[in-house]
């Protein structure tokens, strides 16, 4: 199940769609409501819609939709280099249409259909810091774009490259004065056909195509602060294309990808609705070598027990705790700052998993989003 | 602290001017035809840590000329999707970067603030295009802002792949450097000293790298005025360090006795010195305050003089603070430390004063060295002439004037005997005389010039100039005029004119620009016959593939008559010969003059803009044109009295400036004097008790004054005229580009050397004022022996 992360991506395209030139009337000074952004109630303009029953095909669909309006490949690294110490990476390329498909090429070389978004953070546990770059560019050939085989996805300097013919192994690279990762990811994870064999209802209306790829085996080089780390640890993948994938109401989410000792993958999300009910498309799944098995709300919980202010006074729960049957997980960031300070500011990073006695069963990344809305309507 | 104030506010008005483009920090890449794939190695380049980690953003430009009303208007594309956080326009159009983003890839414009908002009609390769602009304060007029993407297909480069015309890229902010730190402190030295050419290190084959502020030749012209009153500003303290020297020795000289006393009673030295920087803290804060508070008065006054319409805004911010009071401490701190050990150190200081005057000499002989260098030399040749006092008290002390009467005589000695104590003062009064001298000499004659240039330009009796979109009243009250009104208004012009005076002659010019070498340049173009050319003290006519330049260009570039140039338009090369050259007073670009044809090869489409009317019935001809809001008329006195009236505004600053060097130094003067005299205090006594009367002391502390006076004249007079040279030949091109005539005349010297003399005297007169209100100190120093110190022998050697 993939809505957090469509929420996630959706809030982080708002700006984009400032960008669109679809909207020639509309007053750009104001942001457009990120559920017409998504569709939710201003149709699907021209652009194609998930449709159940599509099967999800490799490699093709590693490459760019350009039919559909938004698309993101999502990269979360769990790591640790030679003495141990705690590392994470997230590597994030966003696609958004800025008009309908034309059918036709694009009249000149920088009249662009798309414009593109790369973020990529690392989290340094030990050295209690969190690097993160953003990049925006238009879709012109070389400055950002995707091709399925061989896979490359690329946005201003950040790319997601196969090293051969197969989609893996994949090279993630990303350099700058803060940030500098070259990671390659090997074969050897899950493939998981979120939703229905890869089709993922979101609401009544809503949906996307959208598949993971869990615990894919990592190595290379990670360099914060101007100190090179080799490191090592495991992947985790999420792919999703849609035009209309939320409802109305939603004011935030909560979402978590652990990896756990035991060679399980848990991921949970819940979304926050406006009249604080619960939401009926809020998932969990649980994810080992054979089996992968779906909860509905009532099945499962997830609380914050724990909560960090950023320097603007919002408050981002970094403390959780998550029931899944009878089964307990507790959640805590391994760094309270991991806040993502760009165009639109969401908290994402690197947490740990502990048993009910405090043992540590587990690591992975946790994504919050819309805090920073609810505190300035407090402050209102 | 008043130079720095104007100084700065005069940047802050221009920096509200500049493109957002041409800053400081903007660095130009170039690459001849270079296309997409280009840019994407260039700026792949950068990305993977290849170029400066010092450059925070990039985006392409593709920039050209696209139609509106009168005029053509320029239009610059950018990548709206790269440039963003950190980029050209977030200061300027006090938004974020998503707003500058989303305003241009929605379709919409940034557009100068003239121009119509609301739905702006473009004469696109597409057609006519209605389009909505968003006004943008720092645009310069008739331009215009927009995404690449839209550029490209309004200017009909979207078949195949367009020509970038050049990619801009910033760098970290200035204030993160020393060179914005002196430029806060010292405005225009960046432009005095010359950044040269960047370099960028890992550049992809074919680019090359240029600073963007190179273009704004307003700005740097502007730079070089600032720092050229920063220079003359700061020759206040100059004079003042003179005066503060003579001050602490006179100090010094009291509090010995005091000192020795309190080191026998057991103070330590250590005390002593704290004591000491105390009273330079203490001076510092005084004068610095004191500074800050007459530099803001004195702003407001020259500001008002100048620019009497502009509202004045005088910032004080920390560095204003900082200037102030660091100036007052390092100079009263100085001056007290060199006259602290002028028994010691002191006596070396001529040879590191010649040591370092030798060292800055050359900056007058090489051009490199830029407008810093050229006022090193200034400054070089004044310690050389400072060095001459000490020998020529000498000298004149060598050559007693024994022939003269008795009290003359003895007022001379007097002098020669205290040219310690009045060294400093005559020092500080010679420099302020030959400042004074050489602003003048120089000023006037740059009036002289321009008044020639004036008469040989305007042989017509009326100009006519049309007027710009933004002076054009529109009375339809609608701003999208078709780009034909621009042409109906020449043509009706010219129609109005031949009805009114049929046997009138017009001579019309249109303007556009290019680029030499990448750089920006200015062209006049017209039909450069004899008639016309003779404007520009060329009699001939300008054959095609010719060229007259102004002075500017040939020093920009490097270049003599009967050399050959390479312009460049779009995609457009011309070779053309330089047939002559032209004094460009006034001029902020390079600029060149070009027959009409030779326009057109460079798809220039004549746009007439300038026009000189022979006619005999001008008053008729003004009388009828004038008010009409499409055009300006003007008459030859007319436009003759307005730029003698703007130049005159301009210099008022210089030659207050001056005034208020030689009322400082006539201050100081007065306070030397009275040292002098508290010095020869018990000599003057001697004198009166051995019968000389006070109409006969009276008259020798004239001649003392008209000596001290005669001797700074002595020595302001050649340095005066040396600096003048200096400031005509030297720096006046190498701030500006043009050449002053030096042509000096007794009424442009005179003036200087009365006010100094009169300074002089009047400082001895009001001493003996002074003196004569204590009547008993005379006589008393007589019996107590004060002020035997200091002289060491009552009338010199004599």
Same mark, same amino acid.
């Given at each position: 199940m993939s809505g957090p992360r469509s929420a996630s991506l959706l809030c982080l395209l708002v700006p984009l769609c400032l960008l669109s030139a679809c909207q020639p009337e509309s007053d750009t000074a104001d942001a457009m409501p990120v559920t017409q952004l998504l569709g939710g109630s201003g149709g699907t303009d021209g652009f194609a819609v998930a449709e159940q029953g599509v099967a999800i095909e490799l490699p093709a669909d590693h490459g760019a939709h350009n039919a559909f309006r938004s698309e993101w490949w999502y990269f979360t690294a769990v790591l640790s280099d030679a003495e141990g110490s705690p590392f994470g990476v997230q590597f994030t390329i966003f696609r958004q249409a800025l008009r309908p498909p034309q059918g036709t090429p694009p009249e000149c070389d920088w009249c662009a259909d798309h414009a593109w978004l790369g973020h990529v953070a690392i989290t340094d546990v030990n050295g209690g810091r969190h690097e993160h770059l953003e990049r925006l560019a238009r879709g012109s050939p070389g400055l950002a774009g995707a091709v399925a085989k061989p896979f490359s996805v690329w946005v201003d300097g950040l790319s997601a490259t196969s090293v051969g013919a197969e989609f893996l192994p994949l090279r993630l690279f990303a350099r700058s004065a803060d940030v500098d990762i070259d990671l390659t990811l090997d074969p050897g994870g899950r493939l998981v056909l979120q939703g229905d064999r890869g089709y993922s209802a979101k609401g009544p209306n809503q949906a996307s195509h959208y598949f993971s790829m869990t615990r894919l085996p990592v190595t290379g080089t990670l360099t914060v602060s101007q100190r090179s780390h080799q490191v090592t640890g495991h992947a985790w993948l999420d792919r999703e294309w849609s035009t209309s994938v939320l409802s109305g109401g939603q004011r935030g989410w909560d979402w978590l990808a652990l990896s756990l000792a035991d060679g399980r993958d848990v991921m949970a999300f819940r979304l926050r609705r406006a009249d604080a009910s619960r939401d009926p498309f809020d998932q969990a799944i649980v994810i080992d070598a054979r089996n992968q098995r779906r909860y509905t709300p009532e099945h499962f919980a997830l609380e914050p027990t724990r909560v960090w202010r950023d320097e603007r006074g919002a408050s981002w729960p970094v403390g959780w705790r998550l029931q899944i049957a009878d089964e307990v997980f507790h959640i805590d960031a391994m760094l309270d700052d991991q806040l993502m300070r760009t165009m639109v500011r969401y908290w994402e990073g690197l947490v740990r998993v502990s048993d009910a006695d405090g043992t540590e069963i587990g690591r992975g990344y946790l994504e919050l989003t819309g805090y920073e809305r609810d505190a300035a309507k407090q402050n209102e | 602290m008043a130079v720095h104030l104007i100084a700065v506010s005069v940047d802050r008005s221009l920096a509200k001017l500049t493109a957002p483009w041409l800053g400081d920090d903007v660095l130009v890449l170039r690459k001849p035809a270079a296309k997409l794939d280009d840019y994407v190695a260039l700026r792949t380049a950068w990305r993977n840590g290849d170029l400066a980690e010092t450059l925070t953003e990039m985006t392409p430009v593709l920039e050209g000329e696209i139609e509106n009303a009168n005029s053509a208007l320029h239009i610059l594309g950018i990548d709206a999707f790269s440039w963003r956080v950190g980029g050209l326009f977030d200061s300027t159009l006090n938004a974020d970067d998503q707003s500058v983003a989303a305003t241009l890839a929605t379709g919409a414009v940034l557009a100068s603030e003239e121009l119509p908002g609301d739905a702006l009609l473009l004469q696109t390769a597409l057609g006519e295009v209605r389009t909505q602009a968003w006004p943008l304060g720092a645009l310069p007029e008739n331009w215009l802002v927009a995404d690449i993407g839209q550029v490209s297909r309004w200017l009909g480069t979207s078949e195949g792949s367009a020509d970038l015309s050049y990619v801009l890229a910033t760098q970290r902010q200035r204030q993160e450097n020393w060179m914005g730190l002196a430029e806060r402190m010292l405005p225009g030295v960046t432009a005095a000293a010359g950044q040269g050419e960047p370099e960028l290190a890992g550049l992809p084959e074919g680019w090359t790298v240029a600073r963007a502020g190179s273009d704004n030749t307003l700005r740097v012209f502007a730079g070089s005025i600032m720092f050229n009153l920063a220079a003359l500003g700061s020759l206040s303290a100059v004079v003042a360090g003179f005066l503060l020297y003579q001050a602490a020795v006179v100090s010094f000289q009291r509090e010995a006795l005091l000192r020795q006393r309190l080191l026998a009673l057991g103070?330590?030295?250590?005390?002593?010195?704290?004591?000491?920087?105390?009273?330079?803290?203490?001076?510092?804060?005084?004068?610095?305050?004191?500074?800050?508070?007459?530099?803001?008065?004195?702003?407001?006054?020259?500001?008002?003089?100048?620019?009497?319409?502009?509202?004045?805004?005088?910032?004080?911010?920390?560095?204003?603070?900082?200037?102030?009071?660091?100036?007052?401490?390092?100079?009263?701190?100085?001056?007290?430390?060199?006259?602290?050990?002028?028994?010691?150190?002191?006596?070396?200081?001529?040879?590191?004063?010649?040591?370092?005057?030798?060292?800055?000499?050359?900056?007058?002989?090489?051009?490199?060295?830029?407008?810093?260098?050229?006022?090193?030399?200034?400054?070089?040749?004044?310690?050389?002439?400072?060095?001459?006092?000490?020998?020529?008290?000498?000298?004149?002390?060598?050559?007693?004037?024994?022939?003269?009467?008795?009290?003359?005589?003895?007022?001379?000695?007097?002098?020669?005997?205290?040219?310690?104590?009045?060294?400093?003062?005559?020092?500080?009064?010679?420099?302020?005389?030959?400042?004074?001298?050489?602003?003048?000499?120089?000023?006037?004659?740059?009036?002289?010039?321009?008044?020639?240039?004036?008469?040989?330009?305007?042989?017509?009796?009326?100009?006519?100039?049309?007027?710009?979109?933004?002076?054009?009243?529109?009375?339809?009250?609608?701003?999208?005029?078709?780009?034909?009104?621009?042409?109906?208004?020449?043509?009706?012009?010219?129609?109005?004119? =031949?009805?009114?005076?049929?046997?009138?002659?017009?001579?019309?010019?249109?303007?556009?620009?290019?680029?030499?070498?990448?750089?920006?340049?200015?062209?006049?173009?017209?039909?450069?016959?004899?008639?016309?050319?003779?404007?520009?003290?060329?009699?001939?006519?300008?054959?095609?593939?010719?060229?007259?330049?102004?002075?500017?260009?040939?020093?920009?570039?490097?270049?003599?008559?009967?050399?050959?140039?390479?312009?460049?338009?779009?995609?457009?090369?011309?070779?053309?010969?330089?047939?002559?050259?032209?004094?460009?007073?006034?001029?902020?670009?390079?600029?060149?003059?070009?027959?009409?044809?030779?326009?057109?090869?460079?798809?220039?489409?004549?746009?007439?803009?300038?026009?000189?009317?022979?006619?005999?019935?001008?008053?008729?001809?003004?009388?009828?044109?004038?008010?009409?809001?499409?055009?300006?008329?003007?008459?030859?006195?007319?436009?003759?009295?307005?730029?003698?009236?703007?130049?005159?505004?301009?210099?008022?600053?210089?030659?207050?400036?001056?005034?208020?060097?030689?009322?400082?130094?006539?201050?100081?003067?007065?306070?030397?004097?009275?040292?002098?005299?508290?010095?020869?205090?018990? =000599?003057?006594?001697?004198?009166?008790?051995?019968?000389?009367?006070?109409?006969?002391?009276?008259?020798?502390?004239?001649?003392?004054?008209?000596?001290?006076?005669?001797?700074?004249?002595?020595?302001?007079?050649?340095?005066?005229?040396?600096?003048?040279?200096?400031?005509?030949?030297?720096?006046?091109?190498?701030?500006?580009?043009?050449?002053?005539?030096? =042509?000096?005349?007794?009424?442009?010297?005179?003036?200087?050397?009365?006010?100094?003399?009169?300074?002089?005297?009047?400082?001895?007169?009001?001493?003996?004022?002074?003196?004569?209100?204590?009547?008993?100190?005379?006589?008393?120093?007589?019996?107590?022996?004060?002020?035997?110190?200091?002289?060491?022998?009552?009338?010199?050697?004599?």
């Open positions: - | 103070v330590q030295r250590g005390t002593l010195r704290a004591l000491f920087l105390l009273q330079t803290l203490i001076d510092g804060i005084a004068a610095g305050a004191l500074g800050l508070l007459l530099g803001i008065a004195l702003a407001r006054v020259a500001l008002s003089l100048t620019s009497p319409d502009a509202a004045i805004e005088l910032t004080i911010d920390w560095v204003v603070w900082a200037k102030a009071l660091g100036t007052a401490f390092l100079v009263s701190g100085a001056a007290r430390m060199l006259a602290s050990r002028r028994d010691s150190s002191v006596r070396k200081m001529p040879w590191i004063t010649a040591a370092l005057a030798l060292a800055m000499l050359p900056g007058l002989f090489f051009d490199s060295w830029g407008l810093l260098g050229a006022f090193a030399g200034l400054l070089a040749c004044c310690l050389l002439a400072v060095l001459t006092v000490g020998p020529g008290f000498v000298f004149a002390d060598r050559f007693s004037v024994s022939r003269l009467p008795t009290i003359i005589q003895l007022g001379v000695n007097q002098l020669l005997a205290g040219r310690r104590e009045m060294g400093a003062a005559l020092t500080a009064l010679a420099l302020a005389i030959a400042t004074a001298i050489s602003i003048a000499v120089m000023v006037d004659s740059f009036r002289t010039d321009l008044l020639r240039v004036l008469d040989q330009r305007l042989i017509d009796p009326v100009y006519i100039a049309l007027a710009s979109p933004a002076e054009a009243e529109d009375e339809a009250g609608a701003v999208l005029r078709p780009s034909s009104v621009g042409r109906a208004a020449s043509a009706e012009l010219r129609e109005r004119i =031949q009805a009114l005076d049929p046997d009138a002659v017009i001579t019309a010019t249109g303007e556009a620009q290019a680029r030499v070498e990448g750089r920006r340049i200015d062209i006049m173009y017209g039909p450069f016959d004899s008639a016309h050319t003779r404007r520009y003290g060329y009699d001939r006519d300008l054959a095609d593939g010719s060229v007259l330049a102004n002075e500017q260009l040939l020093r920009a570039f490097d270049l003599v008559v009967d050399d050959a140039l390479e312009v460049t338009r779009g995609d457009r090369l011309q070779a053309l010969k330089i047939e002559g050259s032209f004094p460009g007073f006034g001029d902020v670009h390079p600029t060149l003059l070009v027959n009409v044809a030779d326009a057109q090869r460079l798809e220039i489409e004549p746009r007439w803009s300038r026009f000189a009317v022979a006619s005999e019935r001008a008053d008729a001809l003004l009388a009828a044109l004038v008010g009409d809001s499409r055009w300006r008329v003007r008459d030859a006195i007319g436009v003759r009295r307005s730029a003698e009236e703007q130049f005159d505004q301009t210099f008022a600053i210089t030659r207050a400036l001056t005034v208020l060097a030689l009322l400082v130094a006539g201050f100081g003067t007065l306070a030397a004097m009275l040292a002098l005299r508290l010095a020869q205090a018990r =000599q003057l006594a001697l004198l009166r008790a051995l019968g000389v009367s006070r109409r006969e002391l009276w008259l020798m502390e004239v001649v003392r004054g008209l000596t001290l006076g005669g001797f700074a004249c002595a020595l302001a007079l050649p340095l005066g005229l040396l600096m003048a040279w200096i400031l005509c030949a030297v720096i006046n091109p190498r701030s500006f580009g043009w050449m002053v005539s030096f =042509q000096p005349t007794p009424a442009m010297v005179l003036p200087a050397l009365a006010i100094g003399l009169g300074a002089a005297l009047a400082a001895t007169l009001i001493s003996n004022w002074r003196a004569g209100h204590n009547p008993g100190a005379d006589t008393s120093a007589l019996v107590t022996g004060s002020g035997a110190r200091g002289s060491e022998s009552f009338g010199g050697d004599s």
